[in-house]
């Protein structure tokens, strides 16, 4: 109360939305006022998009804040959060807005509750630039499970661009510390699953040159790991048409490691499958326990904790630099990034472009609890 706002500039460094979930799920979390500028300004359409906006809508609620700026476009706002309530709220974005990032800036908030809290999110749920719901479910949430966290991820319904029109139903735990995370082995390549699908008016007959021209791209660099991509029609279940590929590599030291694609017009279903191999190989090569996207959203959770958690990642991505940058400036974690030297340290990976990001976390307690 009468706490003069935390300024932050959102066109510093990533410059995109992610600058804003992290910032305003702090200030929810800390109870910080907080007053963001230049939202997305270098962006071909600056301001707020319906996902942020309704993201900030939907945390100004759980904490009954007062959010100013608070439209499409909108490239100033302020958030004034009061005390963190649970219970059942609804956000959509009315587009294909993504639901997943909708839960990037919802989850943590909600572990700081007095209560449990049930969200349902509307919007997209397999789109491009975001995580796909299979993501936060088989990678995303094994992972933050580790911090302590406990939520239910339901995928009522799967939506695409443009339309949208999907559905998910989460549930949270809340909980009194985050405890610490240490992967620092990633270990051998165990097996790769994985899952294509297509939705709507599309065959089935996509999905499976997709899971087989991934499959088989897969088995020609990863030798001994057990690969298996299915293809399913996810039409009972779906609104519109859209089609894509979720691959998951398990390793033997625990680690959970993804890539995803979605079908496009003008891209044939191999290409699709080939790409997200790739972009799956590409994040085993670097030795990392977790790719490219983990590494960026596990930073919140990292700087909540009470102690020291240590994750080993590929090179560092801007969005992990920016949300460091977010969550030293609105809590008292503390981040270093070293570079590995040490190669021998995992016999099975080339730790050569590998890192480590250590945190002090700032050890944030839930006191309604
Ligand atoms: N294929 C993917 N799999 C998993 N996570 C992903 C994937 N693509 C992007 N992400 C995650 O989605 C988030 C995207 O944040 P970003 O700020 O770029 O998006 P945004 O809110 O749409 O804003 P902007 O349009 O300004 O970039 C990041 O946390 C990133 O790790």
Request: proline share 0%.
């Given at each position: 109360p009468n706490m003069e706002p935390v300024e932050l500039d959102?066109?510093?460094?990533?410059?995109?939305g992610q600058i804003l979930r992290v910032c305003a799920a702090l200030s929810c979390i800390t109870g910080t006022p907080i007053r963001v500028r230049n939202i997305r300004a270098g962006r071909s359409t600056p301001g707020l998009r319906p996902q942020h906006l309704c993201g900030l809508q939907l945390l100004s609620q759980m904490t009954s804040g007062l959010l100013q700026?608070?439209?499409?476009?909108?490239?100033h706002i302020t958030l004034e959060p009061r005390a963190v309530g649970g219970g059942a709220y609804t956000a959509d974005?009315?587009?294909?807005?993504?639901v997943c990032l909708l839960l990037q800036a919802s989850l943590p908030v909600s572990l700081f509750s007095n209560q449990r809290t049930d969200l349902v999110l509307k919007g997209g749920?397999?789109?491009?630039l975001a995580p796909h719901s299979d993501y936060t479910l088989k990678v995303f949430k094994p992972i933050v499970e580790k911090f302590g966290v406990q939520f239910d991820f339901d995928v009522v319904k799967r939506g695409f661009y443009p339309k949208g029109g999907g559905v998910v139903s989460v549930s949270v735990q809340p909980i009194r510390q985050l405890q610490p995370v240490v992967m620092e082995t990633r270990g051998g390549v165990a097996r790769i699953t994985g899952t294509a699908f297509v939705a709507g008016v599309l065959p089935i007959k996509l999905a499976k040159a997709m899971s087989a021209a991934a499959a088989r791209a897969l088995r020609a660099h990863v030798a001994g790991a057990h690969v298996d991509v299915a293809a399913t029609n996810e039409s009972q279940s779906a609104f519109g048409n859209g089609s894509g590929i979720l691959l998951v590599a398990e390793t033997t030291g625990g680690c959970l490691l993804a890539s995803s694609a979605l079908g496009k017009r003008g891209v044939s279903p191999e290409q699709v499958g080939v790409a997200a191999a790739e972009a799956l190989l590409g994040n085993l090569?670097?030795?990392?326990?977790?790719d490219d996207f983990l590494q960026d959203q596990l930073v919140i959770f990292m700087a909540l904790a009470s102690g020291r958690s240590r994750i080993r990642t590929g090179p560092p991505t801007l969005h992990t630099r920016t949300a460091i940058h977010v969550a030293e400036a609105l809590t008292k974690a503390k981040f270093t990034i070293t570079k590995c030297?040490?190669?021998?340290?995992?016999?099975?990976?080339?730790?050569?472009?590998s890192y480590l990001i250590e945190c002090d976390g700032a050890g944030v307690e839930n006191t309604d609890l």
């Open positions: 959102g066109s510093v460094m990533e410059g995109g700026g608070s439209e499409v476009g909108s490239t974005t009315h587009t294909a807005g993504s749920t397999e789109t491009e090569r670097h030795g990392g326990c977790v030297e040490d190669a021998s340290a995992d016999a099975n990976a080339s730790a050569s472009d």
